[in-house]
């Protein structure tokens, strides 16, 4: 391993973010399962001085739905320090002025509540699934169509995912489809926007060198925080795939077994 | 107009292909509308001494089906002058032993009647309309992650198309999709693919530069049969758009108002 790199740059670190699906819990029927030895290890690095936030892409739930849910598979997580697409959105709108046309998840929708969108002038899609029906998907492209300039939001990129019966097909897939309807370039709120992560960072007060970045996901987590200037590893679980430990354009700054092993290098390689 | 452009062209010409929906007739209630003039054009350019082939991207109905609307319309058609990408799939199927996975119009089915679609090896996607629920695409994505080499067919790349409640989502938006979820490129099977222009004039007996073809679609009709080195005049009718004769890449070698005028000056210009 280079100089500065995983396991030695936890040294100089200031924070460390969490992606959450894959990383800490495994989704599946009812809440999923907290992943082993992840509720102690947010407890030792909570107990740390080190910041930490968590990030993530979810868009099925809003977020204190989502929340208490991770609450109640044991971990002591709180909605503020938690980042995910939908809050960052309704940030985006107040600040350009936008109405949307959501296209997104039913339990999603709670955080759009104080949000204007009569005569929308914009359109947001998040892991609809279920709602990503014709009907719907034909009603969001003819409000795009019938703008002027349209402007698409998608909550994050991702192409599948993967529940108890199968795999799923993500937002991603369905950005893909109405760039390719109305000809235009969708800007992604959520991993692996460097706004998005620069939000994470900006609420912490520190440069993105002293910052670390786990998640399970290569391109979206690591890649993305790699991007911004943040140190990135990879966790053996979630959607990790062994191809991705030689993946063409991404490479971790280091790759551990499970967010418990992480844990344990950070704090021994820090003395506490 | 250069030398060897449209009319002059109309010298050498040996057969003419006319695009349907949009030259033809207009889609709609029931049957649709005979576009004016159309039927007699078709009926005039039978009795010349030039071929005459019909090709289409309709794929919610069999050829059988969709000629029988032809004929209640007023046209002398019959189904094997008309070109559509189904029986072209068909052919593509046994010539490589390919078992497809089917997301396709209920009305498209017949078609693909005498094809082994057990354990399938590829999938094939046309404009299934309301069958491209989220349930459906994820199925069709499933087969297509779970093969070695996973192959999918579009029959057709269209964007959308208007029908009489409204702009509807074609099936090239959904081939994206799935394009975008397996990390892959689809092969097209019908307009503007080479093969299937091809075809048509194979069946003709003639040189690409011995045709014309006659459509409504700028990129897909005009550019996709000038590619192939045929001339290509598009009818300010169906999809037309007065934008299209400023496009950035595609210029027709003639525009025309509708098939009536395109017949009045190809017979003309030949003396018939």
């Not at 697409?85 to 296209?103: D, E, F, I, Q, T």
């Not at 991702?158 to 199968?166: A, H």
Request: aromatic residues 6%; contains cysteine.
């Amino acid at each position: 391993m280079a100089a500065g790199g995983w396991p030695d740059c936890v040294q100089s670190l200031k924070g460390v973010i969490l992606d959450m699906c894959g990383v800490l819990y495994d989704s599946g029927e009812g809440d999923g399962v907290a992943i082993p030895g992840s509720v102690e290890a947010v407890k030792r690095l909570k107990a740390s001085n080190l910041q930490l936030r968590f990030c993530t892409n979810e868009t099925q739930a809003s977020r204190e739905k989502f929340v208490a849910k991770l609450q109640r598979l044991g971990f002591d997580i709180s909605v503020c320090e938690v980042f995910s697409p939908a809050p960052a959105a309704v940030s985006v709108l107040k600040h350009r002025g936008l109405r949307p046309h959501l296209l997104v998840h039913d339990g999603l929708l709670p955080e759009f509540d104080g949000v204007d969108k009569t005569n929308p002038n914009c359109v947001i899609i998040g892991d609809a699934a279920e709602n990503f029906s014709y009907q719907n998907l034909n009603d969001a492209f003819r409000v795009l169509i019938g703008l002027e300039k349209p402007v698409l939001f998608s909550l994050g990129q991702g192409r599948y995912y993967k529940e108890t019966d199968g795999l799923k097909l993500d937002v991603g897939v369905y950005m893909k489809a109405l760039e390719y309807a109305c000809d235009l370039e969708a800007e992604v709120i959520g991993k692996p926007s460097a706004a998005f992560f620069n939000s994470v960072l900006s609420d912490m007060g520190i440069q993105p060198q002293e910052a670390l970045m786990i998640g399970d996901d290569l391109v979206n987590d690591v890649g993305g925080a790699q991007r911004c200037g943040m140190k990135g590893v990879q966790v053996r679980t979630g959607k990790y795939r062994p191809s991705d430990e030689k993946h063409p354009t991404v490479t971790a700054d280091g790759t551990v077994d499970d967010l418990a092993r992480a844990v344990d290098t950070i704090l021994n390689q820090r003395g506490q």
